[in-house]
């Protein structure tokens, strides 16, 4: 099959939805399939790899400064000589829409994947994922060719407008349009259960849904070694690591909070990303001083990441209702890492055999549990041999077969219909 995925934000950005796609199709390349992925120019970057097609792109600010692909009249028509044979969107704006314009062109399958839960930022993104709901909302009937996507409003809702009234109203609207534009594709994709319930309840969804985990390269945890990381760690030192985009949503002040209730000094948090919240969070750290306790790791390679999975004793991540699956947990899970969390609708990679869900949100609550499990090392060692276990399950080529079946079956589909 000559698959091509379509992506918004691809390499050299380093985030969950990237190393998803990455994991896709090189999985689905070594089951002998040719797959190409659609994404748009990143200045100073070179693919090394034919099959990237790298599309026009301007800097755009939607939550930073990013590379956004230029989608004008025509643009699918120039794809049609590559003649796919399905194409799949990681995500319903931009580029979404460009892989919609595509299957309609060369009339093929379309796969949407639901990766992220984007009205869930609208507390901390208010102004700019208010104005990209509306934009949608204008847009998506114009281009998808539907019925006018417009908020639904209760009448008590409409006599007071607050804030959180507000809020509830758009972040129903953005679940509709992601609905809408899915129920334009041939199947939707969700990794994980609760998301999938959340677009059938609050979005309408109707298209066949299929909930397939993200996969991973559990091969390249197995050979990382900790030797190889660039943090050093002292004789005696626990690590507590936490890998994700320094921003509000991914709560890692809740981490650093932690710091002070943590018996011994001798356990460490390691944060590993960049981003926007950087500032805020080295000042936390300044303000409970626990800078010795606290390593700002920066943005890493993989290979860097796997080596700083292998070299600590914990991973945890403190989102709470926004991540829905998160390529981290199974990066940690493939290293054997046990797993602390706190959002109870997360359940992929995550057992009582290798992860523990805390009492609460706050700092104290994942205290709590560090706590516990460094004063029982047994505990520790049970939830990494679980973690293994685990990850067995969410090897990328098996997941890829799953892909690679739902593929064929729309394909042949697709045939009998012409």
């Given at each position: 099959?000559?698959?091509?995925?379509?992506?918004?934000?691809?390499?050299?950005?380093?985030h969950?939805?990237?190393?998803s796609?990455?994991?896709?199709?090189?999985?689905?390349?070594?089951?002998?399939h040719?797959?190409?992925v659609?994404?748009?120019?990143?200045?100073?970057?070179?693919?090394?790899?034919?099959?990237?097609?790298?599309?026009?792109?301007a800097?755009?600010?939607?939550?930073?400064?990013?590379?956004?692909?230029?989608i004008?009249?025509?643009?699918a028509?120039?794809l049609?000589?590559?003649?796919?044979?399905?194409?799949?969107?990681?995500?319903?704006?931009?580029m979404?829409?460009?892989?919609?314009?595509?299957?309609?062109?060369q009339?093929?399958?379309h796969?949407?994947?639901?990766?992220t839960?984007?009205s869930?930022?609208?507390?901390d993104?208010?102004f700019?994922?208010i104005a990209g709901?509306?934009?949608?909302?204008?847009?998506?009937?114009?281009?998808?060719?539907?019925?006018?996507?417009?908020?639904?409003?209760?009448?008590?809702?409409?006599?007071?407008?607050?804030?959180?009234?507000?809020?509830d109203?758009?972040s129903?609207?953005?679940?509709?349009?992601?609905?809408?534009?899915?129920?334009?594709?041939?199947?939707?994709i969700?990794?994980?259960?609760?998301?999938?319930?959340?677009?059938?309840?609050?979005?309408?969804?109707?298209?066949p849904?299929?909930?397939?985990?993200?996969?991973?390269?559990?091969k390249?945890?197995?050979?990382?070694?900790?030797?190889?990381?660039?943090?050093?760690?002292?004789?005696?030192?626990?690590?507590?690591i936490?890998?994700?985009?320094?921003?509000?949503?991914?709560?890692?002040?809740?981490?650093?909070?932690?710091?002070?209730?943590?018996?011994?000094?001798?356990v460490?948090?390691?944060?590993?990303?960049?981003?926007p919240?950087?500032?805020e969070?080295?000042?936390?750290?300044?303000?409970?001083?626990?800078?010795?306790?606290?390593?700002?790791?920066?943005?890493?390679?993989?290979?860097?990441?796997?080596?700083?999975?292998?070299?600590?004793d914990?991973?945890?991540?403190?989102?709470?209702?926004?991540?829905?699956?998160?390529?981290?947990?199974?990066?940690?899970?493939?290293?054997?890492?046990?797993?602390?969390?706190?959002?109870?609708r997360?359940?992929?990679?995550?057992?009582?055999?290798?992860?523990?869900?805390?009492?609460?949100i706050?700092?104290?609550?994942?205290?709590k549990?560090?706590?516990?499990?460094?004063?029982?090392?047994?505990?520790?060692?049970?939830?990494s041999?679980?973690?293994?276990?685990?990850?067995?399950?969410?090897?990328?080529?098996?997941?890829?077969?799953?892909?690679?079946?739902?593929?064929?079956?729309?394909i042949?589909?697709?045939?009998?219909?012409?």
């Amino acid at each position: 099959m000559r698959i091509a995925f379509f992506i918004d934000d691809y390499l050299p950005s380093v985030h969950g939805v990237t190393t998803s796609t990455l994991n896709c199709k090189q999985a689905l390349e070594s089951l002998g399939h040719e797959v190409f992925v659609v994404a748009p120019r990143c200045e100073g970057y070179d693919d090394h790899d034919d099959h990237v097609i790298r599309l026009p792109s301007a800097k755009a600010y939607v939550f930073d400064k990013r590379e956004m692909a230029v989608i004008y009249p025509g643009l699918a028509k120039k794809l049609d000589k590559y003649k796919f044979d399905i194409v799949h969107s990681q995500m319903q704006l931009y580029m979404g829409v460009l892989a919609h314009s595509v299957a309609r062109r060369q009339n093929i399958p379309h796969v949407t994947t639901v990766h992220t839960m984007y009205s869930e930022l609208i507390d901390d993104y208010p102004f700019t994922v208010i104005a990209g709901l509306i934009a949608a909302t204008v847009a998506f009937p114009v281009v998808l060719r539907t019925k006018p996507i417009l908020p639904k409003a209760s009448r008590e809702q409409l006599r007071s407008m607050s804030k959180s009234t507000i809020r509830d109203v758009m972040s129903r609207q953005g679940w509709r349009l992601m609905a809408a534009f899915a129920n334009k594709c041939d199947a939707c994709i969700s990794p994980s259960k609760h998301l999938e319930r959340i677009l059938i309840d609050e979005g309408g969804l109707t298209v066949p849904c299929y909930v397939f985990p993200n996969g991973i390269d559990i091969k390249r945890y197995k050979k990382a070694s900790a030797a190889d990381s660039p943090i050093e760690k002292c004789p005696g030192d626990k690590f507590i690591i936490s890998v994700a985009r320094l921003s509000p949503e991914k709560r890692q002040i809740a981490l650093i909070e932690a710091m002070p209730h943590i018996r011994s000094k001798k356990v460490k948090l390691v944060l590993v990303g960049g981003g926007p919240y950087e500032k805020e969070l080295r000042q936390r750290v300044e303000e409970l001083d626990v800078s010795n306790r606290v390593i700002f790791a920066g943005m890493r390679s993989g290979d860097e990441v796997a080596a700083m999975l292998k070299q600590a004793d914990v991973f945890s991540l403190a989102s709470y209702h926004f991540d829905n699956q998160p390529m981290t947990f199974l990066e940690a899970a493939a290293s054997g890492l046990p797993i602390v969390y706190c959002d109870e609708r997360m359940t992929e990679a995550l057992t009582e055999r290798n992860a523990v869900l805390t009492g609460g949100i706050e700092g104290e609550d994942f205290a709590k549990v560090f706590n516990d499990l460094f004063a029982h090392p047994e505990k520790i060692e049970e939830l990494s041999r679980g973690s293994l276990k685990v990850a067995k399950s969410l090897d990328s080529v098996a997941m890829a077969k799953k892909l690679e079946k739902l593929y064929q079956s729309l394909i042949e589909t697709q045939r009998n219909l012409k």
